[in-house]
T-cell receptor, first 114, second 113 residues
Framework: GQQLNQSPQSMFIQEGEDVSMNCTSS?????WLWYKQDPGEGPVLLIA?????ELTSNGRLTAQFGITRKDSFLNISASIPSDVGIYFC??????????????FGKGTKLSVKP | KAGVTQTPRYLIKTRGQQVTLSCSPI?????VSWYQQTPGQGLQFLFE???????NKGNFPGRFSGRQFSNSRSEMNVSTLELGDSALYLC????????????FGDGTRLSIL
């Protein structure tokens, strides 16, 4: 099936640092979503993107829908300890006018630098 | 506004048993999707229900089934449980089929002994 390549798989952050992660595919998507999941909880929606080139912010988080429609990026500025968790990208394609299922990346795990 | 509610939160079963999980969507949401989350495979789509009808199905065996009630609440059932069915089962709701964004519940952690 379709795959989303999410990178990096994991990263360590120090408070105050900026963080970047991305999701790429060989196929075109018409919606990109970014979720964060904390241990023992379900994914929480961070940002939804619906248009190629769209740049959307949610507080310290900014996400972009790639112009080729095959990728998306998430940036976190001035990270804080509560940013740790697993971040997932998810994409949706269209098939003959109807919307497909959400396809998820494998996640980027953010941890605090020891 | 209440979020997506899944019950139970934790469940322990043995091989060969069957299990039923429940999901109540956000008020006003009529579409419910189910996902399986495992460390190895990540989040994988199981099926979606809208208006009490299965609209879409992922690549899972027939042991996995579901249904939706007139109040949009949904249940999923797994029969003849296998060790590999141990996972976090997540439910997500949205206004309409495959309408984004979907909002997730906290899941049911199913462990098979």
């Amino acid at each position: 099936g379709q795959q989303l390549n999410q990178s990096p798989q994991s990263m360590f952050i120090q408070e105050g640092e900026d963080v970047s992660m991305n999701c790429t595919s060989s196929s075109i998507f018409n919606t990109w979503l970014w979720y964060k999941q904390d241990p023992g909880e379900g994914p929480v929606l961070l940002i939804a993107l619906y248009k190629a080139g769209e740049l959307t912010s949610n507080g310290r988080l900014t996400a972009q829908f790639g112009i080729t429609r095959k990728d998306s990026f998430l940036n976190i500025s001035a990270s804080i300890p509560s940013d740790v968790g697993i971040y997932f990208c998810a994409g949706q394609q269209s098939y003959g006018g109807s919307q497909g299922n959400l396809i998820f990346g494998k996640g980027t795990k953010l941890s605090v630098k020891p | 506004k209440a979020g997506v509610t899944q019950t139970p939160r934790y469940l322990i079963k043995t091989r060969g048993q069957q299990v039923t999980l429940s999901c109540s969507p956000i008020s006003g949401h009529r579409s419910v999707s189910w996902y399986q989350q495992t460390p190895g495979q990540g989040l994988q789509f199981l099926f979606e229900y809208f208006s009490e009808t299965q609209r879409n199905k992922g690549n899972f065996p027939g042991r996995f089934s579901g249904r939706q009630f007139s109040n949009s609440r949904s249940e999923m059932n797994v029969s003849t449980l296998e060790l590999g069915d141990s996972a976090l089962y997540l439910c997500a709701s949205s206004f309409a089929p495959n309408h984004q964004p979907q909002h997730f519940g906290d899941g049911t952690r199913l462990s098979i002994l």
